[in-house]
C-alpha cells in the first residue's frame, strides 16, 4: 500500500488518501480499448460502453455483445429501460435487449454523435454534439432543447435531488427553467481570466445537496447552490 497526502497552501496536510496495489486490471478482448461508460443494470451486471462496442463483466472475464450490429460503435452513454439498455453512440441512440440478445438503431428521430443521457420516469435525455432532446421512451416523441444552451455539444446531464435539470457543454453550465421549459446559462465566475471556454464534461451533486461539482478540462469547480 501507499499512501499520498494532499497539501495545502500552506503545506497543511487536508486528507490522508490510501493508494491499493491490489485492484485487478480488466482487459478488453486482450487489446487496449477505450472505455467511456461504465454501468450497473438492474442486475448487477457491470457494462462497459467502448470505442469498439459493448461488453459486459461478470466479475472473472469481459464479454463482447452485439458484435455485428454494434461493431465499431463508440459508446458514450448507457441507460437501462423497460429489459432494454438504451446506448448512446457516435452512430446515434442504439437499443438492446439483454433478453434475446438483439441490438439495433432505435426508430426515434435523434441526433447522431450522442455523449451523455439521462433517464428518469419514462423520459430519456440524450446531449450529443448537435443539441440537447428528450425522448419519451412511452410514445417515441422527441422535443429538442437545445435553445438557451451556451454551446449545442451537451457533454454532461444531471438532475439533482431537487428536481432541477443541469447540462453540461462544450462552452459554459446551463439550468432548465421550469417557468419557460427552456435552459438558461448558469453564470459563475471560475476565478481563471485566462479560462477561453469551460468545458464541462461531467456534473455531480454534493453528498449534502448543497452544490454542484462541475468537472471541466484542468480543473474541478464546486458551484454553491442557494435555497
Not at 480499448?33 to 450497473?40: G, L, Q
Not at 450522442?114 to 432532446?133: A, H, K, N, P
Amino acid at each position: 500500500q501507499r499512501q499520498m497526502c494532499i497539501r495545502d497552501r500552506q503545506d497543511n496536510v487536508a486528507v490522508a488518501l490510501t493508494a491499493l496495489s491490489s485492484g485487478q486490471n480488466v482487459t478488453v478482448d486482450g487489446k487496449k480499448t477505450a472505455v467511456y461508460s461504465i454501468f450497473r443494470d438492474s442486475r448487477g451486471i457491470m457494462w462497459a460502453g467502448t470505442n469498439n462496442g459493448l461488453y459486459f463483466y461478470e466479475g472473472v472475464a469481459v464479454h463482447a455483445v452485439g458484435k455485428e450490429e454494434l461493431a465499431g460503435a463508440q459508446i458514450y452513454a448507457i441507460a437501462e429501460y423497460d429489459g432494454k439498455l438504451y446506448l448512446g453512440s457516435n452512430n446515434g441512440l442504439l437499443v438492446y435487449d439483454y433478453s434475446t440478445g438483439e441490438a439495433g438503431y432505435c426508430k426515434a428521430d435523434l441526433s447522431t454523435e450522442i455523449r451523455s443521457m439521462l433517464l428518469y420516469d419514462d423520459q430519456l435525455w440524450v446531449g450529443s454534439l448537435y443539441g440537447l432532446f428528450r425522448l419519451n421512451l412511452k410514445n417515441g416523441k422527441v422535443s429538442d432543447y437545445t435553445l438557451g444552451l451556451p454551446h449545442k455539444s451537451v457533454y454532461s446531464i444531471l438532475r439533482d435531488s431537487r428536481g432541477i435539470l443541469y447540462a453540461g457543454t462544450y462552452n459554459g453550465l446551463a439550468r432548465l427553467d421550469s417557468s419557460t421549459n427552456r435552459f438558461t446559462e448558469v453564470k459563475a465566475k471560475t476565478g481563471n481570466p485566462a479560462l477561453k471556454n469551460l468545458f464541462v464534461n461531467s456534473l455531480l451533486e454534493s453528498p449534502d445537496c448543497g452544490s454542484i461539482y462541475v468537472g471541466s478540462e484542468g480543473a474541478l469547480y464546486e458551484l454553491s447552490l442557494i435555497h
